[in-house]
């Protein structure tokens, strides 16, 4: 040129005009029912013959070239079929609900697309670019265009628009592109492409940190129709998309846009749902930034944010290192703020659900004590409504998570005095319609009595007959007794009854109560007041159960240390109930050892001993005291009580001959008995009439003035006239 000067570059209208110059003429296809008539431009192409295969269900490509371009025709299906694959499947459904359409077809086909794709890939004038993004996001918002744009290569033309506008933060063709992705993601073919593309998710999550609120709904809209893939989440996780979105969240504290913030939070809670990504997630930074999030005041206002946030946390409390992490972080007072100032069931029941995944865990049982959550559990779940009514499904989490709670000791103390008994006792729970309740009331009660432990078999204290327990004394000053008694008295199925629903939760109640019993009996004081007729009454009931054999001689053998229970305690029942205790059928040493602790504790009552050597127990003690060398503690123990109680009974030796020579006079006439019967047996029913006509004739014609003695003489002479 003249002056050196050097030539002027093309602008950007011109560029895209001659892009636009070098595309073949394109006429917009007719629908499937109306024949597809060609263009001029089209009419004097050669016609490539078919060659096609009888089998073959698609036809091939066709190739056909021109002075202008080569063009390929995209693979249809024979005879107008339409092959339902899962993007063909998936774009029927999206064209359903495109608004304005009545006739679906592609806007432009495979040809049409590629100097757009080139344009993509090589163009570097900004402007050409930002319309080749401009026509990509057009065409895509076309559910009819999608196909072709898959097939053509568009996905990796949007992913070098976006890679290449990094350095110059053009928000024009950021948003073109991030639209396109959105839309081409919604096939499946394109899900996979891009999760296996090696830049398609750093690229994804290069888009989340733009601040251009557009781009921000796009991206979120393009990740959430990736975790439609099922091992999607997985991928997402393990390049950190996890802590990306949490990033995004935080960034969003300030923004109006709710809408985005909830769309947020339950891309979050996606991720967190799967199994496999929540032990991930608790090894990543992620979850002190997660607890960071409810310092932000604008949770108030947004309670359909902080609903999703706290669905997420109650998704990663379910994996242990998880809630440990979360603990860590003191997510637990925020989330007895929330509990305290919550204004829908919903979200109490929610926050009551995290709390109770903590306290599944053992080792967190104490941390959550330490933050003071009783308290607080205890005026949320007994929190009435107008009318005075409990909102029950509150208060079965709340008693749920105070039963894990008092596995504890050190949490005993706090829930007595903020008055968990109180509670019970009021609404009786342990009778409440729901199942849940009253297993969960009648199991506080239970760990409640077992404050103060069982000492070691044999005791050997002197002084525990003696003590008394605060904890104890102030239990029952709080209604404990009025529940144990009212669970006690629940009627109980006898071994021929038929079987009801609910016999064994009774039974399985009561056998957890008379545990309870015999931890409170270790008190001095309380033994006069347990000692009463419902507690009698299921110890009777519930001892054929061996599991609480061991529980319910023990209380009796309490019972028995106070001289004002020994009368009460000398009933037949209960004596029998002593014996088979100490009986050789019984084969618990533990059992042994109460039983006869219960008979020492009877025979130091004089008013006792006569009733004890006639029910033939110095027998059976005697069988016990043998073993008073054994070497084994409880043996021991158990010889020495037995052997101390045969010495209490021998105060009156003439009792204990009467006592063998009775017990051979019955088994004597127990045989007689039995021959007689059998004799009887074999009479003939006349036989047996005239019989007792005669003895009956024979009592009325008696002398009054007869004596006993001359009675006796008569019928042993007419007995031994008879055998002769």
């Known amino acids: 040129m003249p002056g050196g000067s050097k030539p002027r570059p ?6 895209l005009k001659a892009a636009r110059a070098a595309l073949p003429a394109y006429t917009r296809p007719a629908p499937p029912s109306m024949p597809t008539t060609l263009s001029k431009s089209h009419r004097h192409m050669a016609q490539l013959p078919h060659c096609l295969s ?45 608004p304005g359409q009545t006739i679906f077809h592609a806007d432009i086909d495979f040809d049409g697309l590629r100097p757009l794709i080139d344009i993509a890939y090589w163009s570097s004038f900004p402007d050409v670019r930002r319309d080749a993004a401009a026509a990509f996001c057009t ?30 933060m053009d928000l024009a063709i950021l948003r073109d592109a991030t639209d396109t992705l959105a839309e081409l993601v919604q096939l499946p073919s394109m899900q996979h492409k891009l999760l296996s593309a090696p830049t398609g998710i750093t690229t994804v999550f290069s888009i989340l940190r733009i601040a251009d609120v557009r781009v921000k709904r796009a991206a979120l809209k393009l990740v959430a129709h990736l975790l439609e893939v099922p091992d999607a989440s997985a991928q997402l996780v393990a390049h950190g998309g996890f802590l990306t979105l949490l990033h995004f969240v935080q960034a969003l504290t300030c923004r109006k846009d ?39 005041p604008y949770l108030e206002v947004d309670a359909g944010f902080r609903k999703e946030l706290l669905d997420c946390i109650l998704a990663l409390s379910t994996e242990r290192h998880a809630a440990r992490r979360l603990l860590e972080c003191r997510i637990v007072p925020v989330l007895l703020f929330i509990l305290t100032t919550a204004k829908s069931l919903e979200l109490s029941l929610v926050v009551l659900s995290i709390l ?109 007959n003696a003590s008394s327990h605060a904890c104890h004394l102030e239990l029952i000053a709080r209604g404990y007794l009025h529940c144990a008694f009212a669970i006690l008295s629940r009627p109980t199925p006898g071994p021929k009854d038929a079987w009801r629903e ?39 009931a519930i001892a054929r159960h061996k599991l609480v054999l061991g529980s319910c001689a023990k209380l009796l053998a309490d019972l028995a240390t106070k001289p004002d229970n020994v009368p009460k305690l000398l009933e037949p029942r209960l004596q029998l109930f002593l014996l088979k205790c100490i009986a050789p059928s019984c084969r618990d040493d533990d059992v042994r050892y109460e039983g006869a602790r219960a008979f020492a504790a009877l025979s130091r009552l004089e008013q006792a001993r006569e009733h004890l050597v006639a029910t033939g127990v110095v027998s059976f003690l005697q069988r016990l005291a043998k073993h008073v060398r054994c070497e084994i503690p409880l043996l021991r123990s158990t010889a020495l009580l037995a052997h101390a109680t045969v010495e209490c009974l021998k105060h009156d030796a003439a009792a204990l001959r009467i006592q063998s020579v009775m017990r051979n006079w019955r088994a004597k006439h127990a045989a007689a008995s039995v021959k007689e019967a059998a004799v009887t047996a074999l009479q003939s029913p006349r036989r047996r009439r005239f019989q007792q006509l005669a003895l009956r004739a024979t009592r009325l014609v008696a002398a009054e003035h007869e004596t006993q003695a001359s009675i006796q003489h008569r019928f042993l002479a007419k007995s031994r006239s008879s055998y002769h």
Do not use: W
């Open 139 to 168: 065409l895509s918002k076309n559910a009819a265009n999608l196909e072709v744009m898959a097939q053509a290569g568009a996905l990796g033309a949007a992913l070098s628009l976006i890679a290449n506008t990094k350095a110059t």
């Open 10 to 15: 093309k602008t950007a209208h011109h560029a």
């Open 54 to 98: 009888p089998k073959s269900a698609f036809r091939k490509p066709t190739i056909v070239v021109s002075k202008h371009a080569v063009e390929m025709s995209i693979p249809r299906p024979k005879h107008g079929e339409d092959p339902q694959t899962p993007d063909r499947s998936r774009i029927q459904r999206l064209a359903k609900h495109t």
């Open 502 to 540: 609910g016999d064994d939760e009774a039974i399985h109640a009561k056998e957890l109560v008379l545990q309870a019993l015999s931890h409170l009996s270790e008190s001095d004081n309380v033994r006069l007041l347990l000692c009463k007729p419902p507690v009698l009454e299921a110890i009777l």
């Open 356 to 464: 109770e995944q903590f306290s599944a865990d053992p080792r967190l049982a104490l941390p959550l004590v330490q933050h003071d959550v009783i308290p607080t559990l205890v005026t949320v779940g007994f929190a009435t409504d107008e009318s005075n009514a409990l909102y029950r499904p509150g208060m079965s989490k709340a008693l749920g998570i105070l039963l894990q709670l008092l596995k504890r000791e050190e949490a005993h103390a706090v829930a007595t005095d903020v008055g968990i008994v109180d509670r019970i006792s009021q609404y009786k729970l342990f009778m409440a319609p729901e199942r849940s309740v009253r297993n969960h009331s009648i199991g506080i009660l239970v760990l409640l009595a077992k404050r103060v432990p069982l000492p070691k078999r044999p005791y050997d204290t002197p002084d525990r």
């Open 258 to 296: 709710r809408q985005l913030k909830r769309t947020a939070a339950s891309l979050l809670l996606r991720l967190a749902t799967a199994e496999d990504n929540k032990a991930k997630i608790a090894e990543d930074d992620a979850i002190p930034q997660l607890c960071a999030l409810f310092q932000d």
